[in-house]
T-cell receptor, first 113, second 107 residues
Framework: DVKVTQSSRYLVKRTGEKVFLECVQD?????MFWYRQDPGLGLRLIYF???????EKGDIPEGYSVSREKKERFSLILESASTNQTSMYLC????????????FGSGTRLTVV | GQNIDQPTEMTATEGAIVQINCTYQ??????LFWYQQHAGEAPTFLSY????GLEEKGRFSSFLSRSKGYSYLLLKELQMKDSASYLC????????FGGGTRLMVKP
């Protein structure tokens, strides 16, 4: 009964590598989001998308990009991973803009060494 | 933009009632969400308030006052499994989360 699936639970990458984090939802939701969560800083919005091929910057987009070629898939890309991008990354989706709760994926704990 | 504040930590006793507050300043406000997050897991949706008043769901209730920019989550008959972080989130132009309140339930 999994609704939002993130491709990896744990990931270790080297500094400078290009990293892809994948997220797929099977609820036909319009909206998808990428957050990172760090102790003491809470959840911070990186990017979001309200439609296919559409993307909007969140609060902390620097060093990241996203891709939404299909409605069900929203990918987060770290162009050149750095140690300060070590974090828990959470993908979420919601049905309508500004309403309805998010459904979160189980998260990807990324460590950049 | 949005600014959402909630206490960092709270402690309560099993069987008791606890109220977790959330205050916000926001433009384009379109409701407020509450989530529960256990350690190492993803947040799960608890409630959504868009109108003033109290919404009750079993042991959990959520209250909203739009004029005061204030919400709270009320947990009754606390159980040990309620130990978790509770996140409030504003819905509107930018979907911002508060920093989360870590609740510890003690026997």
């Amino acid at each position: 009964d999994v609704k939002v699936t993130q491709s990896s639970r744990y990931l270790v990458k080297r500094t400078g590598e290009k990293v892809f984090l994948e997220c797929v939802q099977d609820m036909d939701h319009e909206n998808m989001f990428w957050y990172r969560q760090d102790p003491g800083l809470g959840l911070r919005l990186i990017y979001f998308s309200y439609d296919v091929k559409m993307k909007e910057k969140g609060d902390i987009p620097e060093g990241y990009s996203v891709s939404r070629e299909k409605k069900e898939r929203f990918s987060l890309i770290l162009e050149s991973a750095s140690t300060n991008q070590t974090s828990m990354y959470l993908c979420a989706s919601s049905l309508h803009t500004g309403a309805g709760g998010y459904t979160f994926g189980s998260g990807t704990r990324l460590t950049v060494v | 933009g949005q600014n959402i504040d909630q206490p960092t930590e709270m402690t309560a006793t099993e069987g008791a009632i606890v109220q977790i507050n959330c205050t916000y300043q926001t433009s384009g406000f379109n409701g407020l969400f509450w989530y529960q997050q256990h350690a190492g897991e993803a947040p799960t949706f608890l409630s959504y308030n868009v109108l003033d008043g109290l919404e009750e769901k079993g042991r959990f209730s959520s209250f909203l006052s739009r004029s005061k920019g204030y919400s709270y989550l009320l947990l009754k008959e606390l159980q040990m499994k309620d130990s978790a972080s509770y996140l409030c989130q504003g819905a509107g132009n930018m979907l911002t989360f508060g920093g989360g309140t870590r609740l510890m339930v003690k026997p």
